[in-house]
């Protein structure tokens, strides 16, 4: 077999940490000068792999020497990554971007770079270079670690730059990465999508499958583990294609039995898989592992098989139930998850009905539903019978309604189970109580304290609602 090898060659990036260390001698400068640092703020819209990416630009504006901060007004260099899935995400980064042009105005030396899965597609590039023109710097997903060549090369005074894709599609290894969590991580083991699902914008924003060397992925996960991490997600648009471009006889399910061979007190999380290749082989290293949570999130989008069918999706719903079924024959106490798109074009009644029926019979324990978003240049956004908004909103409705009671169902069986739960913190809403997750994604409320935070901790679950558990601790 050949190996083939899809890094960004070890030269390009030392290049860019001698950008790095360029700039940071700059911002150093300023400190001396001003006593106090420049600062960066991210903005991150969209997917857990957009969240990933920006824990590396955070990490490269970092070793860069800014500071981190939390408001776009004190930075001196906002990044805004975002996303293309459907056209809300995109009206939201625009408007947000349009906010940064007082920004801007307020201080000139202001560097705005603006990346992601929405900035690849042509009319965007044209949209930001016309109508954004304080944005001075754009690239694609597959490009950020060219990041400090493009600030050197504009603070030096340099032109705009405009770099969406090469469609090289490579993977950069050795970035710096600045971590939102001391305890929950993610891992990337695979960039990229070759499903191109009918309605799906990301096969053509993020590029063909690449896998990490499993190398990398181990060298990264054990120094995770070894740090005291409990909670790794591993991340990728198809996880379940993993190693199928790279040569080798090694798969997703292997990563995953090597991954759980590691010593330590942590869970393994691992998306998306796509249920078309979610093989027997992974769900019985999941069943037998150690570590790996017993969550799976394997996305339905739709009960009906002609709607399967023009989404390009290559499996029917018997074929689904099929994996799902023995997803439970083989971990009876797993948790699961998927998504549902709403209002695909020529989506009849009758299809709609199947999917309320696959839901009832799938019994979720959770759905993330959304109402089908036409997307530029993918086949389904030019299908004739689109489905009108008040139609996708209706049947949304009715989807949610149904898929609330299976949830609220499925959280009230958990009455008076013991659950492990990872300790977030004092609620958002609630400073009184604590919130924090199940190993299956559930949110469960709880009578904390501070030290439990990033730890895991035993919770006796009193109550069950459509979206939350509570209880109480058990303290041993
Ligand atoms: N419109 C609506 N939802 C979409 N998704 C992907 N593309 C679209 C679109 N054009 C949903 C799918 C996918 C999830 C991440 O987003 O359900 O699984
Ligand atoms: Fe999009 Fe389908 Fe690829 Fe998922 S598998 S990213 S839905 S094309």
């Given at each position: 077999?050949?190996?083939?090898?899809?890094?960004?060659?070890?030269n390009?990036?030392?290049?860019?940490?001698?950008?790095?260390?360029?700039?940071?001698?700059?911002?150093?400068?300023?400190?001396?000068?001003?006593?106090?640092?420049?600062?960066?703020?991210?903005?991150?819209?969209?997917?857990?792999?957009?969240?990933?990416?920006?824990?590396?630009?955070?990490?490269?504006?970092?070793?860069?020497?800014?500071?981190?901060?939390?408001?776009?007004?004190?930075a001196?260099?906002?990044?805004?990554?975002?996303?293309?899935?459907r056209?809300?995400?995109?009206?939201?980064?625009?408007?947000?971007?349009?906010?940064?042009?007082?920004?801007?105005?307020?201080?000139?030396?202001?560097?705005?770079?603006?990346?992601?899965?929405?900035?690849?597609?042509?009319?965007?590039?044209?949209?930001?270079?016309?109508?954004?023109?304080?944005?001075?710097?754009?690239?694609?997903?597959?490009?950020?670690?060219?990041?400090?060549?493009?600030?050197?090369?504009?603070?030096?005074?340099?032109?705009?730059?405009?770099?969406?894709?090469?469609?090289?599609?490579?993977?950069?290894?050795?970035?710096?990465?600045?971590?939102?969590?001391?305890?929950?991580?993610?891992?990337?083991?695979?960039?990229?999508?070759?499903?191109?699902?009918?309605?799906?914008?990301?096969?053509?924003?993020r590029?063909?499958?690449?896998?990490?060397?499993?190398?990398?992925?181990?060298?990264?996960?054990?120094?995770?583990?070894?740090?005291?991490?409990?909670?790794i997600?591993?991340?990728?648009?198809?996880?379940?294609?993993?190693?199928?471009?790279?040569?080798?006889?090694?798969?997703?399910?292997?990563?995953?039995?090597?991954?759980?061979?590691?010593?330590?007190?942590?869970?393994?999380?691992?998306?998306?898989?796509?249920?078309?290749?979610?093989?027997?082989?992974?769900?019985?290293?999941?069943?037998?592992?150690?570590?790996?949570?017993?969550?799976?999130h394997?996305?339905?989008?739709?009960?009906?098989?002609?709607?399967?069918?023009?989404?390009?999706?290559?499996?029917?719903?018997?074929?689904?139930?099929?994996?799902?079924?023995y997803?439970?024959?083989?971990?009876?106490?797993?948790?699961?998850?998927?998504?549902?798109?709403?209002?695909f074009?020529?989506?009849?009644?009758e299809?709609?009905?199947?999917?309320?029926?696959?839901?009832?019979?799938?019994?979720?324990?959770?759905?993330?539903?959304?109402?089908?978003?036409?997307?530029?240049?993918?086949?389904?956004?030019?299908?004739?019978?689109?489905?009108?908004?008040?139609?996708?909103?209706?049947?949304?409705?009715r989807?949610?309604?149904?898929?609330?009671?299976?949830?609220?169902?499925?959280?009230?069986?958990?009455?008076?189970?013991?659950?492990?739960?990872?300790?977030d913190?004092?609620?958002?809403?609630?400073?009184?109580?604590?919130?924090?997750?199940?190993?299956?994604?559930?949110?469960?409320?709880?009578?904390?304290?501070?030290?439990?935070?990033?730890?895991?901790?035993?919770?006796?679950?009193?109550?069950?609602?459509?979206?939350?558990?509570?209880?109480?601790?058990?303290?041993?």
């Open positions: 077999m050949v190996n083939i090898d899809r890094s960004v060659s070890p390009e990036i030392e290049k860019q940490k001698e950008y790095m260390a360029k700039i940071r001698a700059l911002n150093d400068a300023y400190f001396e000068d001003k006593g106090v640092r420049r600062k960066a703020f991210a903005l991150t819209l969209g997917c857990q792999q957009n969240e990933a990416d920006s824990e590396r630009l955070m990490g490269m504006a970092i070793e860069m020497g800014y500071e981190k901060c939390d408001s776009p007004d004190d001196s260099l906002i990044m805004v990554n975002t996303c293309a899935i056209e809300h995400a995109e009206k939201r980064a625009l408007s947000l971007v349009g906010q940064y042009k007082h920004v801007k105005s307020r201080n000139p030396d202001l560097i705005i770079v603006i990346c992601g899965c929405m900035v690849v597609q042509e009319h965007r590039v044209k949209d930001i270079k016309m109508r954004y023109p304080y944005v001075d710097i754009l690239f694609g997903p597959s490009l950020i670690y060219r990041m400090p060549e493009h600030i050197w090369s504009r603070s030096e005074g340099g032109k705009r730059i405009f770099d969406p894709d090469n469609a090289e599609y490579k993977v950069a290894e050795g970035l710096p990465v600045c971590r939102e969590s001391s305890y929950r991580a993610w891992v990337s083991v695979m960039y990229g999508c070759n499903n191109f699902c009918s309605y799906c914008i990301v096969p053509y924003v590029g063909r499958e690449r896998s990490r060397r499993k190398e990398d992925v181990i060298a990264e996960f054990s120094e995770l583990v070894q740090k005291g991490y409990k909670d997600t591993l991340l990728g648009q198809n996880v379940n294609s993993y190693g199928k471009d790279s040569g080798f006889d090694y798969d997703f399910a292997d990563l995953l039995e090597q991954l759980d061979a590691i010593e330590g007190d942590y869970t393994i999380h691992f998306m998306t898989s796509h249920p078309k290749d979610a093989t027997r082989k992974l769900i019985d290293v999941m069943s037998s592992s150690k570590h790996v949570a017993r969550h799976f394997l996305p339905l989008q739709s009960g009906s098989d002609s709607v399967l069918k023009a989404m390009n999706r290559k499996y029917d719903f018997e074929k689904y139930i099929s994996t799902l079924d997803i439970r024959e083989k971990m009876p106490d797993v948790t699961l998850s998927s998504d549902i798109i709403v209002g074009p020529g989506e009849t009644e299809d709609f009905e199947k999917t309320l029926e696959a839901l009832s019979r799938a019994r979720f324990d959770m759905v993330y539903s959304f109402q089908y978003s036409p997307r530029r240049g993918t086949p389904a956004a030019e299908m004739e019978e689109q489905i009108s908004k008040e139609v996708k909103g209706e049947r949304f409705d989807l949610l309604k149904l898929q609330d009671s299976i949830s609220l169902a499925s959280n009230q069986v958990l009455v008076g189970k013991t659950l492990r739960v990872l300790c913190g004092p609620s958002k809403n609630n400073k009184d109580v604590f919130s924090g997750r199940t190993d299956g994604g559930k949110i469960v409320f709880f009578d904390g304290e501070l030290d439990d935070i990033g730890q895991f901790v035993d919770v006796n679950i009193e109550k069950g609602d459509t979206f939350a558990l509570s209880g109480k601790i058990i303290r041993k």
